[in-house]
């Protein structure tokens, strides 16, 4: 049996490197804590003071200060000892005694664990996380945790897997976000032994006669870094390690590989005063034995997110054995075993603000803990995951959002239905507007009514990808559904029109060439697009005339009514009904081609007209077109962007009587001191419109001048401030 531990050992170990510490607190928490346990024997048959006593000196070990080592003492006492928060409020105080009683809640939160499932691992640890205000009640569980998994196998054997399990999906995780990398390795080592007996010891076996193999040449290696060291007159020291049990067995397993194929397998350290001196161990190192390629990390430029710093390398040694070098400095070694701990340790003459400056999170998480918590998930001032809020729904159900979350994401996160109906929000029991953000520990209460609609405007304040994505969908779908209507009857108008001969509309037609023609995904999609102007029906349809081609006769192209044609010819032939093709607007002027269309005459496009590339996979539809002498005048779309001031709209016009057109419409948007203006003018031909845009660019004020209407400011497509000027 181990020697039982003395609390004058601790006393000694703890003056030892805090010589000013309150000896009189550790000695009453001490006298207190086993005069409380009195009596009590752990399943070893020990006494159960040994516990408190052992923890205590994990704590001494991680070079804590005396009232984490007095909270140490004193833990279990809240749950185990007939002491009440009275009388050790009244002995040490209230931190003393709300650090215990934090603890305390903590055995209460794993009561909960153990009936859930082990896919709740996360959200336990953050949970954890989010419900502890000082870091050192973290440090003593973890203290606490390691003893009992030091003495777990006196427990029976379901009990013994149980408290194993957690220890690997609650404790050891945490250790490991703390940057504890020497507790987290007992941690995992101690629970995989429980849980995986007959694994472990085989892989522990094996490991050892690799080792016993290698160990002429670990020798021989650590020497000769040794001698690098000498030689180039750096200080520092080496060290050899093997990776820890676990971690192999989990590296072996998630890669499906065997213990030679393990790079990390061997490793040495190299410890040395300065980062300066890190780089040149690395450039030394890799001189003498050549590096695997891809395997050289530098945490010390991007250290890991739990602080960790070090130089890793893989190199190959003599006979091609693998083997891995970490070069850290002295700083980055206690960091990387103590993580969080070796920031709050005390250390004699160091001033601890300077100290924690290097971890501006860290501080922020000792800050405040003088408050005495109330509800113990109120006043959250520890935030290991600066990123994240923790919301509860009014059941205490937890809501983990990122930051700056607000009820319209927390509402979206329960359930997209709850999102898309919620109308206002309690949040601890406050009305509060929608676009509030929330704190960790807000208790969120959303109200909803089945007549709400999710709104443009949230998406100016949501900050989730789901509930941004919710409103979008839902949006997109009630806004293009009026759009979609017409773009299918419109369709279904020119289907007839083309002689489709449909019974019932564009059901009976293969729509599929004329999707994947225009790179659309569902039908809907497609009709929305004709329904917003954005594809004409016939140029949809003109994909199906291909399947069923019927012979294009000029027989096919009707005479046109007079007067509503335009001045072309076609083939010398002046009496075609022609019409001027919406897409490119020819004018007078303009270089132009006719496309002859199914029963509506000749298109006139502009020669450069984008659209009517598309349409040349019919090359013998084409024919040769020319203005004809015939005067005309003929409507031409623009738009204007200006600066918004007074008499703007009425410069802009006067310009456009100035070059002898006339104003058909009219639509007029402002924004943010900014204009936009869609205009449709008469003119005769182009020399007439290129005189009009002219004239209207260089009205003072005018920024921009562009063919065709924009969509800008989209008010403009829904003309709110029509004007008919000049007609
Ligand atoms: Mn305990």
């Not at 090359?619 to 015939?630: A, D, G, M, Q, Y």
């Given at each position: 049996m181990e020697t039982l531990p003395r609390f004058d050992d601790i006393l000694e170990q703890v003056q030892a490197y805090m010589p000013s510490c309150d000896e009189d607190l550790l000695r009453r928490a001490y006298i207190f804590s086993a005069m409380a346990h009195q009596g009590q024997v752990r399943a070893n048959g020990e006494p159960y003071l040994v516990h408190p006593l052992e923890v205590a000196r994990i704590l001494a070990d991680m070079r804590l200060d005396e009232v984490a080592i007095a909270v140490g003492l004193l833990h279990d006492l809240l749950e185990d000892t007939y002491v009440t928060e009275e009388s050790l409020a009244e002995q040490f105080g209230e931190q003393i005694t709300g650090l215990v009683k934090a603890l305390t809640k903590i055995s209460s939160l794993e009561q909960s664990y153990a009936a859930r499932q082990a896919a709740q691992a996360e959200s336990f640890r953050r949970m954890l996380l989010a419900s502890i205000e000082d870091i050192r009640v973290l440090l003593v569980k973890l203290a606490d945790r390691l003893h009992n998994m030091r003495t777990l196998h006196f427990l029976e054997p379901n009990k013994r897997r149980r408290i194993a399990q957690e220890t690997l999906e609650i404790y050891a995780p945490l250790a490991h976000r703390l940057g504890m990398g020497?507790?987290?390795?007992?941690?995992?080592?101690?629970?995989?032994?429980?849980?995986?007996?007959?694994?472990a010891q085989k892989l522990s076996q094996e490991m050892a006669a690799r080792r016993e193999k290698a160990a002429a040449a670990i020798d021989?290696?650590?020497?000769?870094?040794?001698?690098?060291?000498?030689?180039?007159?750096?200080?520092?020291?080496?060290?050899?390690?093997?990776?820890?049990?676990?971690?192999?067995?989990?590296?072996?397993?998630?890669?499906?590989?065997?213990?030679?194929?393990?790079?990390?397998?061997?490793?040495?350290r190299v410890i040395v005063g300065s980062v300066a001196h890190c780089y040149a161990v690395l450039g030394l190192v890799h001189q003498r034995w050549r590096p695997v390629p891809g395997r050289i990390k530098d945490y010390i430029s991007v250290p890991k997110s739990n602080g960790y710093q070090s130089l890793h390398t893989s190199l190959l040694g003599p006979e091609g054995l693998p083997f891995e070098v970490q070069i850290r400095t002295r700083d980055m070694d206690e960091v990387a075993e103590k993580g969080v701990a070796a920031h709050w340790l005390y250390k004699e003459g160091r001033d601890p603000g300077a100290d924690h400056?290097?971890?501006?999170?860290?501080?922020?998480?000792?800050?405040?803990?003088?408050?005495?918590?109330?509800?113990?998930?109120?006043?959250?001032?520890?935030?290991?995951?600066?990123?994240?809020v923790y919301c509860f729904t009014p059941r205490g159900e937890l809501v983990r959002l990122p930051r700056g979350a607000t009820p319209v994401d927390f509402a979206y996160a329960i359930h997209t239905e709850v999102g898309h109906t919620c109308v206002g929000a309690r949040v601890n029991g406050r009305l509060v507007p929608l676009r509030t953000v929330l704190k960790t520990g807000d208790i969120v209460e959303i109200q909803t009514s089945p007549n709400q609609v999710p709104r443009r405007g949230w998406l100016d304040f949501v900050v989730t990808a789901r509930a941004r994505s919710k409103i979008r969908a839902f949006l997109n779908k009630a806004e293009k559904e009026p759009a979609r209507q017409l773009g299918r009857k419109l369709l279904e108008r020119e289907a007839?029109?083309?002689?489709?001969?449909?019974?019932?509309?564009?059901?009976?037609?293969?729509?599929?060439?004329?999707?994947?023609?225009?790179?659309?995904?569902?039908?809907?999609?497609?009709?929305?697009?004709?329904?917003?102007?954005?594809?004409?029906?016939?140029?949809?349809?003109?994909?199906?005339?291909?399947?069923?081609?019927?012979?294009i006769l000029p027989s096919k192209v009707r005479p046109l009514p007079a007067g509503d044609s335009l001045a072309v010819e076609v083939r010398g032939d002046r009496d075609l009904l022609t019409f001027r093709a919406r897409c490119c607007q020819p004018l007078p002027g303009d270089p132009i081609v006719g496309y002859i269309t199914r029963g509506r005459g000749v298109a006139i496009h502009r020669r450069t007209c984008p659209n009517l590339r598309r349409l040349s996979l019919t090359?013998?539809?084409?024919?040769?077109?020319?203005?004809?002498?015939?005067a005309g005048s003929y409507p031409m779309p623009f738009h204007v962007f200006f600066e918004d001031r007074p008499g703007m709209l009425a410069a802009i016009s006067q310009a456009i009587t100035n070059a002898g057109s006339n104003i058909r419409s009219c639509h007029l948007a402002t924004e943010d001191r900014c204009g936009v203006v869609n205009l449709e003018v008469d003119v005769s031909g182009r020399e007439q419109l290129d005189q009009v845009l002219s004239l209207v660019r260089r009205v003072p004020g005018v920024t921009r001048v562009g063919y065709g209407f924009t969509q800008a400011f989209r008010q403009v497509l829904r003309p709110r401030t029509t004007q008919a000027a000049g007609s």
């Open positions: 020497k507790i987290k390795a007992e941690l995992e080592d101690l629970a995989f032994s429980h849980l995986y007996p007959e694994e021989a290696i650590r020497a000769e870094l040794a001698a690098l060291l000498a030689e180039y007159s750096i200080e520092g020291e080496v060290r050899f390690r093997i990776k820890h049990l676990y971690s192999i067995w989990r590296k072996l397993n998630a890669q499906g590989i065997s213990l030679d194929q393990l790079f990390d397998f061997l490793a040495f400056h290097r971890l501006a999170w860290l501080r922020s998480l000792v800050e405040g803990q003088q408050e005495s918590p109330r509800e113990f998930l109120d006043s959250l001032k520890l935030n290991l995951y600066p990123e994240e007839r029109r083309m002689g489709f001969g449909l019974k019932q509309g564009l059901d009976g037609l293969n729509l599929k060439e004329a999707l994947a023609q225009h790179g659309f995904a569902r039908e809907e999609d497609l009709f929305a697009a004709v329904g917003f102007g954005k594809l004409a029906p016939r140029e949809v349809l003109a994909a199906l005339v291909r399947e069923r081609p019927e012979p090359p013998e539809r084409k024919v040769e077109v020319h203005w004809s002498l015939t």
